[in-house]
């Protein structure tokens, strides 16, 4: 009797030994990783190119040049994408940039990144992004104003293919500037044949010359009277040219209607050879 109750103590102390070796050994296992992930996140060290590309962001920040510093932010953040501190800047900067969809996406992701013991924070930014949410939806819910005539027709033209009369190309001003050219010699032309018939007029033989030499003068008289009518019946015919080129042709042209305001019609006219802002009504 004594000896199978030895027995039996002995059993129930190796059963007591065996069951408390594997609860240590079942809590040692379960807190290996904790303490593995703990040592690791101790031990983490962002890529020197993250640092640079953060502290280059953060100056940029303080410099109130937030579009570069969120360039430079997301890219320190490709390179560490684990770092609570990177998600929180880069939401921040977005925030104050207006673009509240981003920033919203990047304080979500912060949140996902704080741990158990950082309540407050979490309550924090959660109402931050409530906040901007809500911005977001009022902003959407907003209708803009109509834009006023000016600023429509400026940012959506509309143009109008009109039929106009005059065309004023190369060859109405080679022919216009042909007739002007002709018009002007005929006129110096004109002036030489008055100077010649002047000479011969008070040309006195025997003291200005023999009577061959006045008639040298006659003939160079003769033949710029001459020239003179040929220069101003071809500039003038030139010239005739030129009107009807430019008045009985039509040309098409792209007008955008303008502003109307004070009984003035503001118009912008595209010509092939460029733009031509005109003004019409009474001024």
Not at 152 to 161: A, G, I, K, N
Not at 207 to 232: C, E, H, K, Q
């Amino acid at each position: 009797m004594t000896r199978r109750t030895g027995h039996s103590v002995a059993f129930a102390a190796t059963l007591a030994l065996t069951a408390l070796t594997l609860c240590a050994a079942l809590a040692v296992s379960a807190a290996l990783p904790a303490r593995v992930q703990a040592q690791a996140q101790a031990t983490h060290e962002p890529p020197p190119e993250a640092i640079e590309f953060y502290a280059r962001g953060r100056q940029l920040y303080q410099e109130g040049r937030y579009r570069e510093a969120a360039v430079d932010l997301e890219r320190a953040l490709m390179l560490d994408p684990t770092s609570p501190n990177l998600v929180f800047n880069v939401a921040r900067v977005y925030e104050l940039l207006g673009e509240l969809e981003k920033s919203i996406g990047f304080y979500h992701r912060y949140v996902q990144l704080l741990g158990p013991d950082e309540g407050e924070e979490r309550q924090r930014v959660e109402g931050t992004m409530r906040r901007l949410e809500g911005a977001r939806d009022e902003v959407g819910a907003q209708t803009p104003p109509p834009p006023n005539p000016l600023e429509r027709q400026l940012r959506d033209p509309q143009p109008v293919r009109v039929q106009e009369r005059g065309v004023a190309d190369a060859l109405f001003w080679i022919t216009a500037s042909a007739g002007a050219a002709l018009v002007i010699g005929g006129a110096v032309t004109g002036l030489l044949a008055l100077s010649a018939q002047g000479e011969v007029r008070d040309f006195v033989i025997g003291a200005d010359g023999t009577y061959a030499d006045r008639l040298d003068i006659a003939d160079r008289a003769d033949l710029l009277s001459m020239l003179t009518d040929i220069f101003f019946v071809t500039g003038g015919v030139s010239v005739l040219a030129s009107v009807l080129l430019f008045a009985l042709r039509e040309r098409t042209v792209e007008r955008y209607p303008g502003v109307e305001a004070g009984g003035v019609q503001a118009d912008i006219a595209v010509l092939p050879g460029g733009a031509l802002f005109t003004l019409r009504g009474a001024l």
